[in-house]
């Protein structure tokens, strides 16, 4: 299974993960994009903005989790059943180094795809111009929900 | 030590964390604000909306960790020396029942209160009305950075 | 839910768990043995003993782990249907003191008992005489394997 | 720093570490050995025997925790100045597959050496004949305690 992280996957994979994460609010709230999408493997960036700080005007670390957690939730989505949803059982982030510059890149990297659960591990780099540098690491364990549609069951209001 | 967990502090503590929350740009683009700030014991409030969801309409977790988070250091920042400053080491949590309601509130307890390291942990409930539901639990790694000014070095500009 | 836990439970059940128990080779090899099974609630005890040490001569954190664990998972199983078994996700801890004294004690209490998942909140005390301390908390993830066997499907060797 | 992660340490170092992992008592009593020692990067295997065993017959979350936590305390150890000694702050594994073959060997590798905090990953493999396979993974936070030596204050009994 291994062997095929990162590959390109299918168009209307593709399509069904845009559409999921353009239903998520708090990516557009956050001013976070999809940056890029292969099998089990997805890249969510989200620029600075003062926004997005913490005291000391760093990034803050629950920013860094959120693009952390959707990232990992759509690799994980990537190899589900087209009927399916996916859900975060749980994560943990270590936060190496102070989250600063021009934006940040989450990283979600499927390490075991099973039937019910998978696992991903999570990195997140502070990118600035050419600088590249990792900030925080994390694991995550994602399940998947067959038969659930990935939408609200009933419009929101 | 834990005898004292939840007593009021004095007001000069509570404004360095008030000081310090506003200094946040996060928590007020989230629309989060304190609820309480006890020794030990802090809790955060955020109302729903839209901005704040995930793919099925529910809070994101990122968000949900977001509060949980802050909580966290604060509950941990009341019981630090007046000139240091609080930095997330790692957290982790349970997403345990869909996050939906009026509103989340995240609460962060000191467990243990080192010299370098205090341990909290961390409940976030979903409040409807009268109505509360556990929606995630977590535990949090916080330092202690001693003459550290908790305030950016230099203007954010 | 949560108002059932801690309550007795019936024998067949409590039988259950000691015969599980009583498979896990390493449990007998650590010395540890099952102290209280309740509703969600399973405290396994183990003595202190030079085998158990890492290099200052305190518990090793492995074993701490492996008791915690192993709680967590039973306090689980007592509420798993008759024909399951009980798989650990992940779990994580925070070590909070040195753990010497007489004896471990590791509680593991169920959180949330879901369908497929039961999470699990584990604390560690370290016991001396009538002196209680906590030294270690974490958190767990269980899995119910409905339909399958809680023993090996041949035998050893 | 990290591409010196995995270049051979000089004796004195790596001599520490073994005295170190002498007086693990545990590590002996679960068959454990110090597999590979290199700069941030060690492996410890542990052969299987039923005395390790979890209901099923196979390795007990506990004995595969307690390898991967001495991994990452020693490679971490590797980069700690002379007079110093090493803690576990905190760990969190992901079980993701049923742990059986021959032996585990748990790797544990610096992600971040700080002069305080060390962060590492963890990964455990079974091994059978020439078979590998990911059985788990983990993260974890370490202490490094200055001028505490890493050997008991005072004989232990």
Known sequence: MNAEI????????????QNSFHRQGLMAHLGASLHSVRRGLVTIRM????ELSQQHG???AG???AIADSAGGYAAFTMFPDDSSVLT???KVNLLNPAQGDALEATGKV???GRTLTICQLEVFAVSGHRRSLVAIGQQTLMCMVGRQDAPQKPLN
């Open 89 to 91: 059982v749980e994560f």
């Open 111 to 113: 390490v075991k795809s």
């Open 63 to 65: 920013g860094t989790s």
């Open 47 to 50: 620029p600075f903005r003062p």
């Open 58 to 60: 760093y990034f803050h």
């Open 6 to 17: 990162g590959e390109p996957i299918d168009k209307g994979i593709e399509q069904r993960i």
